[in-house]
């Protein structure tokens, strides 16, 4: 039997995060439309960008998320350490996409098959990001926190909630970008955002099965319980 690689949780959070956002903003540049988790804070932004220019993709993220913890706290009645802890994460991870989307815009070339790439490397990424993500115990964004903490509370299924998430969330994408730009103009969610709602979660499951069985996930640190509360 072939023995498994150390990898730490807290190395995973780092490459979770790094990844995530480099898959984003890959996304982006590719302009087939966005996840449905983000196209709601990319739809944000690109109307609040025309007027507020300091209003990145990355900040419209966390701004979003903030107040998505606000709303979860006043639903669950309290608010937990590791809500502060998740919004972290989300500034951390906003910072971390601006820059990648400074970095991603230098690469050359704008036609169809550098737009492909770019979407193809960008769900990879981004499901590969998830997954190393799912072996931190590092809070992670609000939008993985929500689900996990609302299936918790009501007893349902987390698989069945995340799907219902997702599709609440793209329809928000679409709602945005119809009160935004109009009904003749589709802005962050396109048929990109159909392919990815399709494939993620069986690409995020399909890529977590193949790290777990080279690598085995343990904390380098002795921080677990820190952010357990």
């Known amino acids: 039997m072939k023995r498994k690689k150390i990898f730490y ?8 995060i790094a ?37 990145s993709f990355g900040v419209a993220e966390f ?21 502060l802890f998740a919004f972290a994460t989300a500034v951390l991870y906003g910072a971390v996409l601006d820059l990648c989307i400074s970095i991603v815009a230098l690469l050359p070339g704008t036609g169809m098959t550098m737009r492909l790439v770019c979407y193809v490397l960008g769900l990879l990424f981004c499901a590969t990001g998830v997954a190393l993500l799912f072996h931190s115990y590092i ?15 009501q007893r349902w299924d987390v698989g069945r909630v995340k799907t219902a998430y997702d599709c609440i969330s ?11 730009f109009g009904w003749g103009q589709f ?17 995020i499951g399909g890529i977590d099965r193949r790290l777990t069985s080279s690598l085995e996930f ?12």
């Open 63 to 83: 701004a979003l998320q903030g107040l998505l913890l606000v709303a979860l706290s006043l639903w669950m009645g309290r608010f937990k350490r590791s809500y």
């Open 19 to 55: 990844l995530l956002a480099l898959g984003t903003a890959l996304m982006e540049r590719a302009d087939y439309g966005m996840s449905m988790v983000v196209a709601p804070a990319y739809i944000v932004h690109l109307k609040l960008v025309q007027l507020l220019p300091w209003f």
């Open 187 to 203: 802005e962050g969610v396109k048929v990109g955002t159909i392919l990815c709602a399709l494939v993620n979660g069986s690409l």
């Open 139 to 153: 809070p992670p964004e609000a939008y993985e926190l929500v689900v996990k903490e609302i299936a918790a509370r």
């Open 170 to 180: 793209c329809a928000v994408g679409i709602a945005l970008s119809f009160a935004f």
């Open 9 to 16: 949780a807290e190395l995973a959070y780092v490459a979770g």
């Open 218 to 229: 343990r904390d380098g640190l002795k921080l677990r319980s820190l952010f357990e509360k």
